[in-house]
């Protein structure tokens, strides 16, 4: 199996990040609407990625959106701060329109994620996936 369910892993400090930061980095999606996953298939370049829950499968669950962490990749990280920046990275995609209610991804605009390049300078190269 190349996915392995991990919100016992990734949703409590999904949920404390998103706590932390919502507001100054204008997250909109609740990370009890992720499903994280793990992958052991590679991907270069990327440490995470994520993809929205569409159509059918809507039906099948509450949570409208996969965050899928790239084993390979994310374990070589060797800080705390970098998983967690990872894991915001892939937050800040989530968009979610009230009005609407429907879903979405945000891409690495530079005006969709000009919070997150204020901050150090490594993240500059999780955006150029
Ligand atoms: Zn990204």
Redesign the pocket.
């Given at each position: 199996m190349r996915f392995k369910i991990a919100d016992e892993e990734f949703g409590e400090i999904a949920k404390e990040l998103f706590d932390e930061h919502k507001h100054k980095l204008n997250l909109m999606v609740d990370p009890s609407r992720v499903l994280f996953l793990r992958s052991e298939k590679k991907k270069k370049n990327a440490y995470a990625?994520?993809k929205v829950i569409r159509g059918e499968y809507e039906f099948l669950t509450n949570k409208r959106f996969f965050i899928v962490i790239v084993s390979e990749n994310f374990d070589a990280l060797t800080t705390d701060k970098e998983r967690k920046y990872v894991i915001l990275?892939?937050l800040k995609?989530l968009y979610y329109d009230d009005e609407k209610g429907t879903y979405a991804l945000l891409k690495?605009s530079l005006q969709d994620f000009h919070q997150l390049l204020v901050n150090p300078s490594w993240n500059l190269e999780?955006?150029t996936?």
């Open positions: 990625y994520c990275h892939e995609h690495h999780l955006i996936e």
